[in-house]
């Protein structure tokens, strides 16, 4: 079984910064990509950024420039770093993951619990 904790979420003053940080455990072959998403209160869950095993890198517009997504392979972790916050950014933030538990092992969409992300205006 595959666990994703997310960490690192917080109440912020509008223009401040928060990192946010997951870390996979359990039965990993290998990670695909692994994703940020979030959910506003009464909004549909949105992609915010995505990162593959690579390091290519992918954005929501809302966040280009403010937001910046990176990994550590070796420790089965992704970031979000959030800079410039604004009151439209709260919501509960989600990471994502695809995993393979061996080599011909279909992936599994693996999600986080989410991560409370409060800025203040």
């Known amino acids: 079984q595959v666990q994703l904790v997310e960490s690192g979420g917080g109440l912020v003053q509008a223009g401040g910064s928060l990192r946010l940080s997951c870390a996979a455990s359990?039965?990993?072959?290998?990670?695909?990509?692994m994703d940020w998403y979030r959910q506003a209160p009464g909004k549909q869950r949105e992609l915010v950024a995505a990162i593959t095993s690579g390091g290519s890198t992918n954005y929501a517009d809302s966040v280009k420039g403010r937001f910046t997504i990176s990994r550590d392979n070796s420790k089965n972790e992704v970031y979000l770093q959030m800079n410039s916050l604004k009151a439209e950014d709260t919501a509960v933030y989600y990471c994502?993951?695809?995993?393979?538990?061996?080599?011909?092992?279909?992936?599994?969409?693996?999600w986080g619990q989410g991560t409370q992300v409060t800025v203040s205006s």
């Open positions: 359990g039965r990993i072959f290998r990670i695909g990509t």
């Open positions: 994502h993951a695809k995993t393979f538990s061996g080599f011909a092992n279909a992936p599994q969409d693996i």
